[in-house]
């Protein structure tokens, strides 16, 4: 089993930047895929990217490609999310999550494990 807590979330105007952390509890970081996902106010929860367990490859969506960046560190157990030039439309509660599978990456149901989120507001 994986905890997974997240932090460094808050509120930056537009054009800034953010970095996102999720520490993982366990041994075994290194054998789950992490994912970010956002929710904001209303809408469902939305996939923003994944890294691979070695951390040699990401897959960022389209509206965040260009401006936030995965990474990993599996000797720290952690996960990043780096935000730069940021847009109010980026405001959600951010979520980071484990996967143990092998197929599809993107989706909230592949993901076995999820932290408690962090929220983060971009208003100037």
């Known amino acids: 089993q994986v905890q997974l807590v997240e932090s460094g979330g808050g509120s930056v105007q537009p054009g800034g930047s953010l970095r996102l952390s999720c520490a993982a509890s366990?041994?075994?970081?290194?054998?789950?895929?992490m994912g970010w996902f956002r929710q904001a106010p209303g809408k469902e929860r939305e996939f923003v990217g994944f890294?691979?367990?070695?951390?040699?490859?990401?897959y960022h969506v389209d509206s965040v490609k260009g401006r936030f960046t995965i990474s990993r560190d599996n000797f720290k157990n952690t996960v990043y999310l780096q935000m730069n030039n940021v847009k109010p439309e980026d405001t959600a509660v951010y979520y980071c999550?484990?996967?143990?599978?092998?197929?599809?990456?993107?989706?909230?149901?592949?993901?076995?494990?999820w932290g408690q989120g962090t929220q983060v507001t971009v208003s100037s």
């Open positions: 999550a484990a996967d143990s599978g092998v197929a599809v990456h993107t989706t909230v149901s592949a993901y076995e494990y």
């Open positions: 890294i691979n367990r070695s951390g040699s490859s990401t």
């Open positions: 366990g041994r075994t970081f290194s054998s789950y895929v």
